[in-house]
């Protein structure tokens, strides 16, 4: 008991190490997969191996196996580098799946208010939700330096006439781009809801 | 749809900016006309009295309908003289409607001229 070999046999630290940590591994993983699944002992073990972190199983399998820093690190680099172009790709999936409904939803808008005559949406809080993220938009558009060398080309230098200016263009745009969105019953503002609805110029 | 947002901005933007134009333009001669009155009717106006004309005057314009302007869509900008004529097309009763509605809302406010007029 707690005689320690010598000569040939002797254990390597790295074996008795190995020797150590294995049994506690699967200890802790048998006890984890007990406490979880009680039945069904294959099938949920395999789940269980899909709760570890990645990050803990790689530090694991480096306690265990040294030699294979290198690989395993690869290893765990391609992973990483997979998970994110899985998640990217979803991402990408679903940005474009609301981007392709929110154009249908324009779509399907504006039709319904072109060729029903409905002038107004009744939902009044849609429509005022509408007006103000438009008109936080534009402002932050008329902000921009090309609109303000085009104000002040405009406005001239008077920097009282260039902001009521600016203010005139912000509201004017708003008029537009919403009553296009949500409906007009100006006779201009319907010539561009054409445009933007159904491409007529007419 | 990017092509015909790309088209609506093409004949949206500049027609918004002779339409601004012409809201600017409508604005201050409104604000004469107005400053004018009362300086007939012997009133004197406080830097505060002045703002808050200009405020009504702007909420007033700005929320005007666009067709007011008689500026077509597929027009493009030329001139500031182009813009005051289209100016000129607006009818009268059209100015005297958006008079009456901004002596109402000067009359909301309470403001001098507001209680003069």
């Known amino acids: 008991m707690g005689a320690t070999h010598k000569g040939k046999g002797r254990q390597t630290a790295f074996v008795s190490r190995r020797t150590r940590i ?20 294959s099938q949920k073990l395999e789940i269980t191996f899909q709760k570890i972190p990645a990050a803990v199983l790689v530090n694991l399998l480096i306690t265990i196996f040294p030699q294979f820093i290198p690989l395993i690190y690869i290893a765990y680099m391609a992973y990483k580098l997979l998970d994110y172009i899985i998640r990217q790709q979803k991402e990408y999936r679903n940005l474009k799946h609301a981007i392709m409904e929110e154009e249908s939803l324009i779509e399907i808008v504006g039709k319904y208010v072109l060729e029903k005559g409905i002038r107004r949406v009744t939902d009044k809080n849609t429509s ?3 007006h103000n993220e438009i008109n936080l938009e534009i402002t932050n558009l008329v902000a921009n330096e ?13 920097q009282q006439r260039q902001e009521k200016f600016q203010n005139m263009l912000v509201s004017t745009l708003s008029q ?13 503002v319907i010539q561009a809801a054409r445009i933007l609805m159904e491409g007529k110029n007419d | 749809m990017t092509e015909r947002l790309d088209r609506f901005l093409q004949n949206v933007l500049p027609v918004s900016m ?24 012997g009133l004197t106006l406080t830097k505060r009295d002045k703002e808050d004309i200009d405020v009504v005057i702007e909420e007033v314009i700005s929320k005007l309908p666009l067709e007011t302007f008689k500026i077509p869509l597929d027009l493009r900008p030329r001139s ?7 100016l000129q097309k607006i009818d009268e009763d059209t100015i005297k409607s958006i008079i009456s509605k901004i002596v109402k809302d000067l009359k909301k406010r309470q403001t001098k001229i507001g209680e003069y007029l």
């Open chain 1, 128 to 130: 005022e939700k509408i």
């Open chain 2, 18 to 41: 002779m339409i601004a134009s012409a809201k600017m333009q409508l604005a201050e001669a409104i604000t004469e006309h107005i400053i004018s009155i009362s300086k007939d009717a």
């Open chain 1, 176 to 188: 537009f781009i919403v009553g296009s969105l949500v409906g007009s019953d100006d006779e201009l």
């Open chain 2, 80 to 86: 500031e003289k182009g813009i005051e004529n289209h």
């Open chain 1, 22 to 41: 294995i049994p506690l591994i699967l200890s802790s993983l048998t006890t984890a997969k007990t406490a979880t699944f009680p039945s069904d002992q």
């Open chain 1, 146 to 158: 090309i609109f303000q060398q085009m104000i002040r080309k405009s406005a001239g230098k008077d």
